[in-house]
Structure formats: C-alpha cells, structure tokens
C-alpha cells in the first residue's frame, strides 16, 4: 500500500511541481501571496463575503486576484459613517 502511494506521488503527472527548482517555487508564492493578501484585503474593506471566500478557497496564482483588484472591485465603494 504504502508503496503504490509512493509511485503515484513520484509520477510527474501527478505533481510537477516536485520537480521544479525551489528558487521558481519561493517566487512563486511570494507572488501569490503578495496578490492574495491585496485581493482578501480589498474585499474585505468592500464587504464582498463571496468574493473573500472564494479568494481563501482558489489558488489561481494572482490572476483572479488580480482580475478582482483592477476590474471588479472598482464597481463598489466604501460608505463611511461621519462622526459628529
């Protein structure tokens, strides 16, 4: 058992990433980390509960993020209370 396990994690079909230098990985995570953070961010701020969920669940590397940054999220915007 533990041994076909072994084999399917081995084929690169199954994961190629295991094959890739580690200097492309840490690039990119960084990558998708810096977009992820700005998109739940700006979410957030916008009160877009659907849009933050699917953020948390979906890892596209940036491109949805970025797709929510620059064409989605300018349709809202942020009410504020006044102080008096």
Do not use: C, D, H
Request: no cysteine.
């Amino acid at each position: 058992m533990e041994t076909t396990i072994i084999n399917a994690l081995s084929q690169p079909q199954v994961l190629p990433y295991l094959k890739m230098a580690p200097w492309v990985l840490a690039i990119l995570l960084v990558w998708s980390l810096i977009w992820k953070g700005l998109a739940l961010w700006k979410a957030a701020r916008l009160s877009n509960k659907w849009w933050f969920i699917i953020f948390l669940l979906v890892n596209t590397l940036g491109l949805l993020e970025i797709i929510y940054i620059y064409f989605i999220a300018k349709k809202y915007t942020v009410e504020t209370e006044s102080q008096v």
